[in-house]
């Protein structure tokens, strides 16, 4: 019998008691049914286990469950006051010039009146001009096209939010 320690970020959510991880999913996703079923995955024995109940969390979500999850993130260009989150998942707009974050403020608005919700993309690692590049090709696609855009997006945000909590030690 082969025995193996976890790695410690990942030691250290396990045994968190059921009210500290589910603080601490919520900070990684605002879904109550997304964070439920990672508190019911647990405890995970490798962080891809993790990662495979996220997206398998992400993918059983519901329109209502998308919608909630949407609700706790701030439009590109305008991170939330105070939040270091959405400051560095951003940081590609921060340089960016008056211009493009005009135009992004724009394409933020256009895509909310068309689907009712916010432009949701995982910015961790673009640029401003590569997220105004999407915001401006998804604001052609169809709602139900969008949906399913939404929802791989999230999957990457839930992913990279997830790894920074395993990062903790």
Known sequence: MTSFSLPPGLARFNALDESAA???LREACASTAWVRRLLDARPCTTPED???ASDAATAGLTRDDLA???AA???IGRPAPGDPVSAREQSGMTGASAALKAEMLELNLAYQEKF???FLICATGRTGEQMRDAARERIGNT????????????GRINRVRLARLLATA
């Open 22 to 24: 589910q603080a601490e």
């Open 50 to 52: 993790l990662y495979t």
């Open 68 to 70: 909630e999850a949407m």
């Open 73 to 75: 993130h701030p439009p």
């Open 116 to 118: 009712g919700h916010v």
């Open 143 to 154: 709602p139900d096209r969008e949906r399913d855009v939404v929802r791989a997006e999230l």
